[in-house]
Structure formats: structure tokens, C-alpha cells
């Protein structure tokens, strides 16, 4: 569990406050800083995922004696003094050469890290690219090829999905306009052979986006790297602490929107309202009036009233029997001829 501080007088309780928790916190900074020894590529390298980050950086430019796994009080010291959740430490030895090690704090305390050895012979920098760069504080698409990154089991991909989003993100937006989409990170996951094994993989690459015309009305798009390329092989990896990461993951109250009841949203991203009314009288529902839904005589009357009319026959002055004539009969009478 996290250390809880006590203030001593109001100085240190006006400093607490503003260390505090907010319901909706700053960008997440990151804090860029070398060991006693490193390499060019690394040095170079750590500008170029710097001037992608920009503007919410802090740059170290001396060497600092530190040893991530062994002893982190070092960087919890530093992301608590330059209010950096997010480290990237650059090193390198025979053992482990060109790497990059990236750390996550929370309230000053260690997170997460882990590990990330930088292939020297597929490694590019901005400045080999001729390609035109990004404008400072453009956010990013970020994308994920594979299935590795969302395992439910979790494993070091998964990690490397939550490092590299939060290392990314940039600031809050409630509004994206198509101009501002100018670049994108896509990061694949993937597997080599190395000494006799298999090493987990991970490649990162740049991509800008250009918007051309097309003769209609959406624009045809392109894309063109434009650095750094990295591959990485992971390492070691330290996790989470189980009442860091919940402490991590609470949320303020009030933040959230409360759901509305009896209203969904389908797989489309439409909205779906289910409305619940009372008992209805249909006996005294108003309907449309129609001449085909007029009340008629029931034909067993009709019937009944045919057969109480006997059947009348006319007898003519001439002693013959004629039948009564029907409604839409003619009573015709020849005149009879002499002989």
C-alpha cells in the first residue's frame, strides 16, 4: 500500500495539496535520463522519442549512477522532484547493450517497468528519414498488430500495450479535427530466434499521414515513414504491485456520467431506448374511420327475411300465369296475334 505523509506544518500540508489527487489529472509527463554509460545510438534515439513526446518532457543531460532493477529509489526520487509519471532510462553494457528501459510511477512510488533491448542493425533515427516531421504537441494515432496485446491472461505484451499508451497519449481532447490526424505509431508484436530461443518482439514504427485529393468528397490518404524505427527485444520485466495498481485505477467520484436507465447503445454505436407504458383500454381507442370498417346487416338475416316473403305470381287478363318480376327484371307483354 501507498505511504501516507502527515503534514508537520502548512507549508508541507499547502506542498501535499498540490501533489494531490485530481479528478481529472495533467498530461503525464516523461522524465529522460542516461546511465554512466551509453551508447550514441541510445543517446540519439532518446532525442527522437523526445521530440515525439514534446512538450511533456524533462531532459537530463548528465550521467546518473543508477540501477533500475536492482535499486528504483533513485527514479522514484526523480519522478517525485520534476512531477514525472513516466521515465525512460538509456543504458548500456556488454551484457545488455542499447537498451531502453521504460517506467511507470504512481504517487511517487514504483509501478511498473520493463526492459526493452534496441536491435542495433534495424535501428533509424528521425534525422536518416528525409521525410517531413510532426508539428510539437500533435497527438498521435497509435495502433497494435497482433493478437499478443490483448491477451486476456495478461503476459509482457499486454504490459508493453499499457506502457506505450500512456507514454503517448498526450493531453485530454474532446474534439478531433481531421487536419490535426498528422501521424501514427504502429507497434507489432512478434517472436525471433536468439541464442538457441525464442525472444519475444516488438517493432515500432512511424508513419505520416498525407491527405490528397481524390475528386471526391473524402480525401485519398497516404502514408510515409518518417522515424525513428526501433525494434526492440523485451527483457526483464517487473509488474505491478496489487494495491499499487488498485489505488492506480480508482477513479473520482462524479467523474463519470451516471448511465441512463431503460438506454443502450448497440454494436453500430446508435442509441437503443426501451419507453414502458401502462394497461391500455383498446375498447375506447380512436381509429382511423374507414368505409370498409362500416358495421353490415350479418347475412343470417338477410336470409331469414327472403323466406318469410312467399313468392307472388301476376295473372294476366288473358288467363296466363306470369311470375313476379325480379328488381332488375322487365315484365314484357306480346301482343297476341289474330288469325
Not at 88 to 93: E, K, L
Not at 253 to 265: D, F, I, L, S, Y
Request: hydrophobic content about 35%; aromatic content about 6%.
Amino acid at each position: 500500500m501507498l505511504r501516507e505523509i502527515k503534514p508537520k506544518n502548512a507549508r508541507s500540508a499547502r506542498a501535499l495539496a498540490k501533489r494531490a489527487p485530481l479528478p481529472t489529472e495533467n498530461p503525464k509527463a516523461a522524465l529522460f535520463l542516461r546511465g554512466t554509460s551509453s551508447s550514441s545510438l541510445i543517446t540519439s534515439l532518446m532525442k527522437d522519442l523526445n521530440a515525439l513526446k514534446r512538450p511533456f518532457t524533462v531532459v537530463f543531460t548528465k550521467k546518473n549512477p543508477v540501477h533500475p532493477f536492482e535499486d528504483a529509489s533513485s527514479l522514484e526520487f526523480f519522478s517525485q522532484k520534476n512531477d514525472a509519471s513516466l521515465l525512460c532510462f538509456g543504458s548500456h553494457s556488454k551484457k545488455r547493450p542499447h537498451c531502453l528501459t521504460f517506467v511507470r510511477c504512481f504517487g511517487g512510488n514504483l509501478l511498473d517497468m520493463i526492459e526493452c533491448v534496441v536491435q542495433e542493425e534495424t535501428a533509424r533515427t528521425l534525422s536518416q528519414f528525409g521525410s517531413a516531421k510532426c508539428r510539437v504537441g500533435v497527438k498521435p494515432l497509435v495502433s497494435f498488430s497482433g493478437t499478443q496485446f490483448d491477451d486476456p491472461a495478461g503476459g509482457n505484451f499486454t504490459l508493453v500495450k499499457s506502457m506505450f499508451l500512456d507514454f503517448f497519449r498526450g493531453g485530454e481532447a474532446k474534439e478531433v479535427d481531421v487536419e490535426g490526424l498528422q501521424w501514427m505509431i504502429n507497434f507489432a508484436a512478434g517472436e525471433e530466434e536468439w541464442d538457441g530461443g525464442k525472444r519475444e518482439m516488438v517493432y515500432m514504427r512511424c508513419w505520416r499521414l498525407l491527405t490528397k485529393r481524390s475528386g471526391q468528397k473524402l480525401p485519398r490518404v497516404e502514408v510515409e515513414e518518417m522515424g525513428p524505427r526501433i525494434d526492440f527485444k523485451l527483457g526483464r520485466v517487473r509488474t505491478a504491485d496489487e494495491g499499487i495498481m488498485k489505488e492506480a485505477l480508482k477513479k473520482a467520484k462524479g467523474v463519470e456520467a451516471k448511465p441512463k436507465k431503460n438506454m443502450e447503445t448497440d454494436m453500430v454505436g446508435d442509441k437503443v431506448g426501451r419507453i414502458h407504458l401502462g394497461k391500455q383500454d383498446l375498447d375506447n381507442l380512436q381509429s382511423r374511420k374507414m368505409k370498409g370498417l362500416k358495421r353490415r346487416r350479418d347475412p343470417e338475416d338477410q336470409e331469414d327475411e327472403d323466406r318469410s316473403e312467399p313468392d307472388l305470381d301476376l295473372i294476366s287478363d288473358d288467363g296466363e300465369v306470369h311470375a313476379e318480376p325480379q328488381e332488375d327484371e322487365v315484365d314484357v307483354k306480346r301482343p297476341r296475334l289474330k288469325s
